[in-house]
C-alpha cells in the first residue's frame, strides 16, 4: 500500500485492471482475481523490493567448493534474499517499483527463479505459497480505492524506512485515508 501510494500511476493502472473485470463488485472474491494479471504483477514488484522474510538459512550438510570458497560442513549460511531482488545483474532499475517487469516474464515466486526468492527455494521454501498469494490478492484488490496522506502531508513524505528483525515491516505504520470511490 505504501509503493501504491507513492505511485499514483502504478495505483491507477492497478485500479483499472481490477475494476475491468469485477466492474462494481462490493467485494472482489477468488473467481475475480484470475484475470487480474496487473494485481500480480503489483505483488511481486512488492516482494521483490519488500520480501518480508529477506534472509533465508541454510547449514551445508558436506564439505563443498563454491565459486572458490571452501565451505565446510555445518557451516551456517545466510541467503540475502532482499539484495537477490535489487541485484542489477537481474533487474533493470532495480531500485525502481515498476510492476511491468513482471507483466511479460515468466519469473515467479515460487522458487524456481533463484533471482526472485522471497519465498524462499529448495525443500524448505514457504509451503504457503499459493495461500499467502492468493489472500494477498483478495486483500489488496478490495483495498484499490483512492488513498491520501493524512496531516498535509504529501505521497514523498512517506517513510520508507524498515524495521530491523527476522520479519520486515516498516518501521513507521502507514497512514492514509480512503477516499470512497464514487464509481
Ligand atoms: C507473503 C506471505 C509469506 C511470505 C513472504 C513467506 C515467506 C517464507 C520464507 C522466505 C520462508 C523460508 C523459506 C526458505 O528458507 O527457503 C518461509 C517458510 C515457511 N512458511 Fe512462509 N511465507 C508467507 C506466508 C506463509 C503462510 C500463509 C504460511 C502457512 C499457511 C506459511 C508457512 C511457512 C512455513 C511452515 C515455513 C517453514 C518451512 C520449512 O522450514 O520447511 N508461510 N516462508
Known amino acids: 500500500m505504501a509503493e501504491l501510494l507513492r505511485h499514483p500511476r502504478v495505483m491507477k493502472k492497478l485500479q483499472n485492471g481490477v475494476r475491468e473485470i469485477a466492474g462494481n463488485k462490493v467485494e472482489i472474491t477468488e473467481d475475480d482475481l484470475n484475470g487480474m494479471k496487473y494485481l500480480k504483477a503489483v505483488i511481486k514488484e512488492t516482494l521483490r523490493l519488500h520480501p518480508p522474510f529477506p534472509l533465508l538459512f541454510r547449514m551445508s550438510t558436506e564439505d563443498k567448493k563454491i ?9 551456517q ?3 540475502n534474499a532482499w539484495q537477490i531482488g535489487r541485484d542489477p545483474k537481474s533487474y533493470n532499475n532495480p531500485d ?3 510492476p511491468e517487469r513482471f507483466l511479460n516474464s515468466d519469473v515467479d515466486y515460487i522458487g524456481n527463479h533463484f533471482e ?9 521454501r ?10 494477498s ?4 484488490a478490495n483495498l484499490v480505492f483512492d488513498w491520501a ?3 498535509g502531508l504529501g505521497v514523498h513524505d512517506i517513510d520508507m ?3 530491523t528483525g527476522v520479519i520486515t515491516q516498516m518501521k513507521y505504520p502507514l497512514k492514509a485515508v480512503a477516499i470512497p470511490y464514487l464509481g
Do not use: D, W
Open 137 to 140: 490478492e483478495i486483500a489488496l
Open 96 to 98: 525502481n517499483y515498476e
Open 116 to 124: 526472485f526468492i522471497p519465498f524462499g527455494a529448495g525443500r524448505r
Open 77 to 79: 549460511i545466510i541467503v
Open 126 to 135: 514457504c509451503p504457503g505459497i499459493q495461500f499467502a498469494a492468493m489472500v
Open 149 to 151: 496522506v493524512p496531516g
Open 67 to 75: 565459486k572458490g570458497y571452501n565451505i565446510k560442513a555445518n557451516t
Open 161 to 163: 524506512t524498515e524495521s
